[in-house]
């Protein structure tokens, strides 16, 4: 669509059109003008409505001094509308009329109507090797944004919170360098908020003190709205197969997702004393030995602290999913999460939970050295990339470096 104002003539031949009276010949863009002069708010026609019909309307507004529809149009999304509108409200100011001029909307889009104010979703990152990850809620109050960062632990629960005033602006730049570099989504405030509190819960519930600096950023962080995870929302319908679960352990966004480090140490003890072994074993008593190893570390592994803490890891990342629109992946990852429901002896006894320990145990026991060194070293490279995550002693608090929260 053309930037430049229509000719006076187009103009003009539009606004006789919208004088003439309704009828079935009527054109959508000069259907919808005659609406918003009846009043009547309904979105422009997208790429139908031609520019000169938008000034046409801007230019009856005018001789009506309908100043207040003026300011709703200059609000849209649909350019010429806006623009229309914008320089209908300045010819007005120049007559000495008094009307307010809105802010201009951020990122207009063709046709998709009249809006006062983007909203300002906020940011969840995926897990990293230690089973961490940010969580940045987006506060936009009519004081201004405020970010709160909170760093939170699916094992151990909320670990570090800021809060910090900035700009919508520098909150989204910083935003998108954070999710390019370590992955995750832009989500709804509240669902944002709900991750931080329940994050404090689990905390208390594990008997961890809350981080420091918490009493004084929840003030402003406001009551949890959500009664329950966000990606409970999401129905589960029918089971899916062992397979098409397992198959989730080759997203991306599950590739941080290994056992402990505490679980890695003794399982490197475990494989190590196996091959150190001085008994000759045969292939079935290998197998054997290696079966009694993998009912062992599962059995081991599966706490009931973990249990939950796989669950909430499975569900924030459905939660991530469901953001994207992507409802079957999340789904899938719903019905994952629901496998870590019961006692540890119930969730080791099921594939998908099973499967985390088990491809561990047979990496462990295929390689040419321990356990415990791959993982340390694999943990060690990736946390090299993540610089939001790390934290920085500071006297007696903590400051994660290279996200928003920086004097």
């Not at 259907?31 to 019909?53: F, H, K, M, T, Y």
């Not at 832009?186 to 809350?210: P, Y």
């Not at 060690?380 to 004097?407: N, V, W």
Request: proline share 5%; aromatic share 4%.
């Amino acid at each position: 669509m053309s930037k430049k104002t229509p000719p006076d003539r187009d103009i003009e031949r539009a606004r006789q059109s919208l004088a003439s009276g309704a009828g079935e010949a009527d054109s959508a863009d000069i259907s919808w003008a005659r609406q918003i002069l009846l009043g009547n708010d309904s979105p422009p026609p997208g790429d139908a409505l031609r520019p000169e019909v938008a000034y046409a309307l801007v230019e009856e507004l005018i001789d009506r001094q309908e100043s207040e529809m003026l300011a709703r149009l200059a609000q849209s999304h649909h350019r010429a509308v806006a623009k229309a509108a914008r320089t209908g409200l300045y010819r007005m100011r120049s007559h000495k009329v008094p009307v307010e001029i809105p802010v201009e909307a951020e990122h207009p889009h063709e046709g998709t109507g009249v809006v006062s104010q983007q909203t300002v979703k906020s940011m969840v990152t995926i897990y990293d090797s230690r089973w961490e990850r940010l969580v940045w809620l987006a506060d936009d109050s009519p004081g201004g944004l405020r970010i709160y960062q909170g760093r939170l632990s699916a094992l151990f629960g909320l670990l570090e919170l800021h809060g910090a005033a900035t700009t919508r602006k520098e909150f989204r730049g910083k935003a998108r360098q954070i999710l390019d570099e370590l992955g995750g989504e832009m989500v709804e405030q509240d669902d944002a908020r709900w991750l931080i509190r329940d994050a404090a819960r689990r905390s208390e519930e594990h008997g961890r003190s809350l981080p420091r600096g918490y009493a004084a950023a929840s003030q402003g962080l406001g009551p949890a709205r959500r009664a329950a995870h966000p990606a409970l929302d999401i129905v589960q319908g029918e089971a899916g197969s062992s397979a098409s679960l397992l198959a989730l352990y080759d997203l991306p966004e599950l590739r941080f997702w290994l056992p402990d480090r505490e679980f890695l140490h003794r399982l490197s003890l475990r494989t190590e004393e196996a091959k150190t072994s001085r008994i000759v074993l045969n292939e079935a008593q290998r197998r054997e030995r290696l079966a009694d190893i993998v009912e062992r570390s599962v059995a081991d592994f599966y706490t009931s602290q973990r249990c939950q803490a796989c669950r909430t890891l499975l569900l924030d990342v459905a939660h991530i999913f469901l953001a994207r629109g992507a409802t079957d992946r999340a789904t899938a990852l719903r019905r994952a999460a629901e496998q870590y429901l019961g006692t540890p002896d119930e969730v080791a006894a099921r594939p998908f939970p099973r499967h985390l320990v088990e491809r561990v145990v047979m990496q462990a026991q295929s390689a040419g050295h321990g356990a415990e060194h791959n993982h340390d070293h694999e943990h060690d490279h990736e946390h090299e990339h993540e610089p939001a995550h790390e934290a920085e002693q500071d006297g007696g608090g903590s400051t994660p470096r290279g996200g928003l929260i920086l004097p």
